[in-house]
């Protein structure tokens, strides 16, 4: 018999790498190494493999402690944000540009959204309470990194030159995007909470 698989961990694991990657693209966005930014893309890679063996599991499992849809999308929707890490780099390197004081603050944010992730992930088993309120601190972040995002593209809309405006423009539409999907990550995790 194979060995029971807890799927609880495997969310887990993708919420450290949720934070990790959240936590080198801050410091991408702070030191601007190039090395930092492969960091970025390396872990991107091995949150793909936890990622795949997530949905090989549950493809082989036959008894699941949650709803095969909900282990799958809320997986899916943790994968998108450390996606949207490496994207964000990527346009970055591929736009020439450096990272200003507006992506240090919004990928601060960023960073604090993650540390809420994780702990509400790891909290889901056993102290749903606690998962629950870092669910909602989260939600409440995103408005945050919403407003910091208006107010960076006011000051840039500023800007003379178009196409550095563009640019930017795509940078932070990314990043506030990145906390749109861990917004509806966390709307997800509070949907299973309540069948659990």
Do not use: W
């Not at 669910?135 to 409440?140: I, L, P, Q, Y």
């Not at 196409?163 to 990550?185: C, G, P, Q, S, V």
């Amino acid at each position: 018999m194979r060995k029971p698989v807890n799927f609880f961990h495997l969310l887990s694991e993708q919420s450290d790498y949720l934070l990790l990657c959240m936590k080198k693209l801050h410091e991408y966005c702070c030191d601007f190494d190039d090395k930092t930014a492969e960091e970025i893309i390396s872990l991107e890679d091995d949150a793909d493999m936890v990622r795949h063996i997530m949905i090989d599991e549950i493809n082989r499992t036959f008894i699941t402690p949650l709803n095969r849809e909900d282990l799958f999308n809320l997986s899916r929707l943790l994968d998108d944000i450390i996606d949207y890490a490496k994207t964000s780099v990527d346009e970055i390197r591929l736009f020439k540009l450096s990272p200003n004081q507006d992506m240090k603050d919004m990928t601060q944010l960023l960073y604090e959204m993650a540390s809420h992730i994780k702990k509400a992930v790891q909290n889901m088993e056993h102290y749903r309470n606690i998962a629950e309120s870092e669910a909602f601190h989260v939600k409440r972040m995103e408005n945050e990194v919403g407003k910091r995002s208006y107010s960076a593209l006011a000051t840039l809309f500023e800007h003379e030159d178009f196409r550095t405006i563009f640019k930017y423009r795509e940078i932070y539409r990314h990043l506030n995007h990145t906390a749109d999907i861990a917004d509806a990550a966390m709307d997800y995790l509070l949907d299973i909470l309540v069948k659990m």
